[in-house]
């Protein structure tokens, strides 16, 4: 516990004087700081005081928008946002709420809490495919997965008499008898919560090896992820969606959605697309080959709350048919029923909780008072400060890139070493403590990565950064 915390809490209020002298020891003292010029770790978190500002707001009215009659403008305002946001990202128009279709956007907590989200919602669509029509394979006769399928549907018929008869509530698009054989894709440099969501959705997953390729990065081809479906249903799986990365934390990679979506569509898979970091650089003209391919897209997330400006949490979350998908996570209560159910929005069909916060009101406060511009000048700054960095790392001839600098992002590592060495200096720069870098690894190769993260950041800033890895590595090396 930090010191001065007691091991009780009080039963008598204390003066707000008292607790404000506390919050340097307690709180400041222990916190890592996020936003100090000289943290380049991880990806940046967003902040603005607009966002503050809203945040404020948003626990000053303490509504809870679970439905759309719980706080009407919370749901109203989180669709317009959203459509603002399609608007300014070069989306396509079916993601808006606007759009007379059944495609509509969602502010999520975090990229895991979307991705979790979209696993569910491919599972769910094809489970009842093929509850509703066993034969839509067309691939089905000439593999394994007949069988697999006969298999499923004789425990389906069994399991609903014997559930039926002990009052036991079987899920219809969740049902695990028919799942059992699933398994979905991913890149092996796609995030983690990739793989816990994949585990807490009880599917199996496989991890493709990504290549270089794309801008001289990691990222799947169409024809790994071809052969990998034409592999395993010959096995007897059941390939039902692949999860491509727009943005790896490892590199900064980008799986080719125009190149992979139009498989994706061909053999019947769902395709989600996380860009938790790298999506917000599309609203750059320049970046806008980020989200190329999105026609073929069937839900789109990324954070604003990375490189956004905008506190946590704010993860927009767009999906092709809404409408479809928010059937997979209805549950009826008198309590939560209203008049107006059949006309608007409830976001809690397209959530796993049923309570909401206010998050738009961040993005309409800082579109509002600070603009789409001032974003672009903070995203197109972030890349030309680690554009500086990727040169200044080589000036010394100790270093060499692993891969090209990307959206913010360097990732270096000493020439003719081993990954021991590597490890060495890193650990030995974090524990000298004047600046804060992460490792990462591809396919067994350790690297460092320096990421533009504070606002606060100049160019003297990762100046400093550079001389500081140089001297530590004079030292060791």
């Given at each position: ?67 759309w ?10 669709m ?15 993601f ?55 298999g ?64 001289g ?68 003209d ?39 998908v ?39 406060f ?35 890139h ?49 990421v ?26």
């Amino acid at each position: 516990m930090p010191t001065g915390v007691p091991a009780q809490a009080p039963s008598s209020p204390e003066d707000w004087s008292k607790i404000f002298d506390d919050l340097e020891n307690v709180v400041l003292n222990g916190a890592t700081h996020w936003h100090h010029p000289h943290f380049f770790a991880y990806f940046p978190t967003g902040l603005s005081y607009q966002s503050i500002m809203a945040d404020i707001l948003s626990g000053g009215i303490a509504g809870i928008g679970f439905t759309w009659k719980s706080c009407p403008s919370m749901t109203e305002l989180e669709m317009s946002s959203l459509d603002w946001v399609v608007d300014l990202m070069g989306l396509p128009e079916h993601f808006k709420n606007s759009h007379d279709g059944p495609g509509c956007g969602i502010i999520q907590s975090t990229a895991s809490d979307s991705t979790m989200i979209a696993i569910m919602a491919a599972r769910a669509s094809h489970v009842e495919r093929i509850k509703a029509e066993p034969t839509f394979m067309k691939w089905v006769s000439e593999t394994g997965v007949g069988k697999t399928l006969k298999g499923i549907f004789d425990r389906v018929k069994v399991n609903k008499i014997d559930d039926e008869a002990s009052g036991i509530i079987a899920p219809y698009f969740h049902d695990p008898a028919v799942f059992e054989r699933f398994v979905m894709y991913c890149s092996d440099q796609a995030h983690s919560s990739v793989e816990k969501g994949a585990m807490l959705s009880a599917v199996r997953l496989r991890k493709l090896k990504a290549t270089r390729g794309f801008l001289g990065n990691y990222g799947v081809t169409n024809e790994t992820l071809q052969n990998a479906i034409k592999e395993d249903r010959a096995r007897g799986y059941i390939p039902f969606i692949f999860l491509a990365t727009v943005g790896t934390t490892c590199s900064c990679g980008v799986d080719q959605i125009d190149e992979l979506g139009p498989v994706c569509v061909e053999e019947g898979l769902y395709l989600h697309v996380d860009a938790a970091y790298a999506g917000t650089f599309a609203l750059c003209d320049e970046f806008k080959y980020l989200t190329r391919g999105m026609e073929h897209v069937d839900s789109f997330n990324f954070n604003l709350h990375k490189a956004g400006m905008i506190n946590f949490d704010c993860s927009p979350m767009f999906f092709k048919n809404g409408t479809h998908v928010s059937r997979y996570f209805n549950v009826d209560a008198i309590y939560l029923a209203h008049e107006y159910q059949s006309t608007a929005a409830d976001y809690r069909h397209l959530q796993v909780a049923l309570g909401r916060r206010f998050r738009s009101l961040k993005i309409w406060f800082v579109l509002r008072n600070m603009g789409a511009d001032k974003i672009r000048e903070y995203l197109r700054r972030t890349e030309l400060l680690a554009a500086e960095f990727a040169k200044l790392i080589l000036e010394n001839g100790k270093f060499e890139h692993f891969v090209p600098q990307h959206l913010g992002l360097t990732c270096f590592r000493l020439k003719n070493s081993t990954n021991a060495d590597n490890e060495k200096l890193c650990n030995a720069i974090n524990d000298d403590r004047r600046i804060h870098l992460v490792p990462s690894t591809v396919h067994g190769t350790y690297f460092l990565r320096m990421v533009v993260c504070s606002q606060l950041t100049t160019l003297d800033d990762v100046i400093y950064g550079r001389d500081v890895i140089f001297e530590i590595a004079d030292r060791l090396f």
